[in-house]
């Protein structure tokens, strides 16, 4: 699904990924973890296509280079960034924000635009499942959300957009313990052997909920340590210090 | 014809011309014409004096140059007065005698005029260069004792309601332009709704400038009588040219006591090509008169069109408790200009002013809120509450925020609030990451910035509204 070769990317003169190198395949859930400041959020950026990135070495997926194709082009293709810190935007209905999003990718699929109707049932089923209280859906995007409800909208619109490639940066911080199991179980019923998930995280405890197949270490730019689910049990014992 | 039609494009969807005989009055600005105008519209001898006595003011009198858009001088003697379709002359009765290619060209603006295919819910009328060709739904206001007309046909049938009113909010002698308009207006509508009527529809009038070399001086009067209630909205549109045409319209809005008046403006004119050639200079003179007490004008307008844009739809609080609106939106890209806002003078007791204008700069793009709050020593407890918000997109544009403020008496309380900001990439980045190109994100954000105002306007034209807020600023974020 996702191949990074030797990956680097900079920002403003300065190098931040640093010969990054990473394989996901269908189906699998890799988690990343590492210390602030090391390129996670850096590296899910790249991966969407935010301008402003100098970049070489390679970037596929699903066997296209992926530097040529714009963000709105890879978001259609079903890659899809949960948002660290998820952006307000004023007098932009919620609902609507979703309605918009979906049907942009539903229309470069070639499939049919849903209506208010159906977008609507659609929308009461996703939000019900992730106990989003809808009420929020009809105010502005974002705007005064609390940070779970913020992140748990993040959620609810990888739910409706349904990407095979997500990728989540911290969506588990700031989420008290019900709403972290809840969105741990949004993210298991979506898992099929078609979607990849890159999940970013500094606590152990998400991976309780949700069983990644791979551990990555990131640390100043690049992967040093790659294990199964226990070598996130290691790190919150020993911390990053060790690996350095 | 010297001027050349430009290319159709797709940011202008209005550009075209109809092709159609037309009666001109001869070029240039005289007494002549004004005579021939007045001929040709039967109107009363009062009319005509009314009109000369303007024109005579015009010659001592020089155009306004405190504005921030400069122009190049305008050479009134060049222009054409009067333009009507031939067809008109002997004003049709009903619809079906009205020029098929007339019919044509509001079809293809969206404005059905046909019987069947009336909007429903919004009374027409059609304003072709000079003229009035159509008012829809005529008979359903009538019945409720509306009046709904061209202003030409109001001079000749009530001529009573004209001569009290027209010219009492707007003095002939007011400024250059209001002054010129008085002499030269051709037509505009005419509404008068009676005591204690709620207007069961929107009333609507859609400008349509045509022929070239041509001004359009568009004079519109409203009265909403004691307690009463009318909705009115007003859209304008015009063909891609590389000449500058001048539009220069007077909007005059009595509201007598208890009665409200809720006034909305699309104005599309041809905004100029990405150069900044061509292009209608829209110099206007709105003006309500709250005249009775309790009673209410609000403004609303959308202006993404036009080369230069200068107006300032304002309201005179005469009456106790009144209440006066302005809701705006101004967007300009590439070289268009904007001077817009309002003066909210204050003069009656407890009276009450609110301004929320949002100004959206692209390109190389100027914009300009300029403002009056006038609160006088009589007007006891008055309140205004001002807002003034902006938003640039590139680093090329400008936005000035020119707010005056005169508070004369110690119990009224005047608040102005007013930011800048750039279009947040960020925001742009999200929009883009959940699928939406960067035309449609922009248009999403903006309209987010604009929603204040936009949900002023009636149901029927919030959404048509919304579309033209994005297609206006495309291309305007590479
Ligand atoms: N626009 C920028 N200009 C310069 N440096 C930047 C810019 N954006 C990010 N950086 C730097 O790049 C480094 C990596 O940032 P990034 O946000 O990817 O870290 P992270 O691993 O996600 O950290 P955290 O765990 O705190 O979220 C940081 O040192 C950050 O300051
Ligand atoms: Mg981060």
Redesign the interface.
Known sequence: MLKIKNLQASINKKLILKGLNLNIKEGELHAIMGPNGSGKSTLANVL????GYEISGELKFQGENLKEI???ER??KGI??A?QY??E????NTNN?LK???N??RK?KGEKELDALAFLKLVKEKSSELGIDEKILSR??NVGFSGGEKKKNEIL?MKI?NPNFSILDETDSGLDIDALKIIAQGVNTSRDKKKSFLVITHYQRLLDYIKPDFVHVLSEGRIVKTGCSELAQELEKTGYQKLN | MKQQELKKSKEYKYGFTTDIESIKAPKGLNEDVIKFISKIKKEPKWMLEWRLKAFKRLKNIKEPNWQKPKYPKIDYQNLYYYSAPKSSKNKPKSLDEIDPKILETYEKLGIPLKEQEKLSGVAVDAVFDSVSVATTFKDKLTEKGIIFCSISEAIQKHPELVRKYLGSVIPITDHYFATLNSAVFTDGSFVYIPEGVRCPMELSTYFRINSSETGQFERTLIIADKGSYVSYLEGCTAPMRDENQLHAANVELIALDDAEIKYSTVQNWYPGDKNGKGGIYNFVTKRGACRGKNSKISWTQVETGSAITWKYPSCILQGDNSVGEFYSIAITNNYQKADTGTKMIHIGKNTKSRIISKGISAGNADNTYRGLVDISKKALNSRNYTQCDSLLMGNKCGAHTVPYIKNKNYSSIVEHEATTSKI?E??L??????????E?AIS??V??????VLQQLPMEFAVEAQKLVGISLEGSVG
């Open positions: 969407s296509g935010k301008s714009s963000v709105e978001a259609r899809f960034l948002f998820p952006l935007i004023p007098g932009v924000f918009t999003s979906l942009s990718v470069a502005q995007l619109q957009l | 947040n960020d925001q980045y999200y929009c883009n990451q959940r699928g939406l190109n960067q449609d999403l954000i309209n987010g910035f604009c929603k204040e």
